[in-house]
């Protein structure tokens, strides 16, 4: 069955495929305005990744936390999830398997743990929806 689902939707990947990319540039082009913020992915050019969702991590400077903050995007019905791939080895599942750590820990991942989350960017979402996420931002943001 997933099979069939599947085939049905390859004529239809090409186009999801450059709204994925448009949605995500059109977010990138907004945030960069809030760099002082947020930790901002990067897009490889030699990649073509087909973003579902718009990574961000709060900078440790900034003047709000990831929680303040998501709690005011979900109460104005923009869904956001937590980060899970930031360090592994703090989820339950993980902590008993085989592994090492260098010295100097997993700050990265720690971060992006501790202070990322996502908003989606998907083919589903429209012009209007991408100006939503924007302006429930700025809403949020103008207060620093």
Known sequence: ???AFGNAQLEKLSKFRKTR???FDYLLRFFKKYED???LPIQ???VKTQ???FPLTITKNAPFTRLELIK???ANNIQTRPIFTGNILKQPGFRNIK???INEGCPVTDEVMERGFVVGCHHGLEIKHMDTIKKVFVGFLKRY
Request: aromatic residues 24%.
């Open 51 to 53: 973003w579902l969702a």
């Open 99 to 101: 592994h090492r750590i």
């Open 72 to 74: 005011y995007l979900e």
């Open 1 to 3: 069955m997933s099979a």
């Open 44 to 46: 490889e050019k030699q």
């Open 21 to 23: 990319e448009f949605n």
């Open 37 to 39: 913020f947020f930790i």
